[in-house]
């Protein structure tokens, strides 16, 4: 069985600081992806980044990177320099055998 | 443009009255999945399908219904609608269950059973 664990419902940053989104993860599947969405207020889903579950590196998309650290089962998201449009719905999301499982996800607020 | 189209993107309708919410892709993608999302509990998968004539419950598929007779479309029947399955509703589609694109949305579909 598959959980994303998304422990922040909300979130604030100011703009041009860094913020951490929280995600751990269960899976008994031996390969695993771990992906980030964001959804704006509009509420369409636009995947951010992915992290194959034997990468060796850190995934990064442009401001996007993900922290992954497959001991403790984490896959935070870390957005740099934020920016008044990231303000957001993330989610957390993990595919294994045959499920794709999302978490609740963590609502992004950035501060002018 | 490669795209998820979805329809209708609103819906009233009473309950025990059956549904169709269509989605299509044009991407050739393998892999489409519906979810649905509903605050404070994230995206819940109803069904996925792995390829032509394959498909799967998720963790939510009570009440619900697919079929995947063409690999670009999987529409979501609701055979007797209940005010519970009051959602929004996303198709979604990707090359492979394990690609690393990720997936591609379509734009939702408010549901309202009353």
């Known amino acids: 069985a598959q959980k994303i664990t998304q422990t922040q419902p909300g979130m604030f940053v100011q703009e041009k600081e860094a913020v951490t989104l929280d995600c751990t993860y269960d899976?008994?599947?031996?390969?695993?992806?771990l992906f980030w969405y964001k959804q704006p207020s509009s509420g369409e889903m636009i995947f951010l980044i992915y992290q194959g579950s034997y990468d060796q590196q850190n995934a990064t998309e442009g401001r996007y990177s993900l922290n992954f650290q497959k001991a403790r089962k984490s896959a935070n998201l870390v957005i740099s320099a934020s920016q008044l449009g990231d303000s957001a719905m993330y989610f957390c999301?993990?595919?294994?055998?045959?499920?794709?499982?999302f978490g609740t996800g963590t609502r992004l607020k950035v501060l002018a | 443009e490669a795209q998820v189209t979805q329809n209708p993107r609103y819906l009233i309708t009473v309950t025990g009255k059956k549904l169709t919410v269509t989605c299509s892709q044009n991407?050739?993608?393998?892999?489409m999945s519906w979810y649905r999302q509903d605050p404070g509990l994230g995206l819940r998968q109803i069904y996925y399908s792995m390829n032509v004539e394959v498909t799967d419950k998720g963790d939510v598929p009570e009440g619900y219904k697919v079929s995947r007779k063409e690999k670009r479309n999987f529409p979501l029947i609701l055979e007797s609608p209940s005010p519970n399955q009051t959602s929004l509703y996303f198709c979604a589609s990707s090359p492979g269950r394990d690609a690393v694109v990720g997936y591609t949305f379509g734009s939702g579909t408010r549901l309202t059973v009353v």
């Open positions: 899976t008994s599947d031996p390969s695993y992806g």
């Open positions: 991407m050739n993608h393998e892999y």
């Open positions: 999301a993990i595919s294994g055998t045959y499920k794709y499982i």
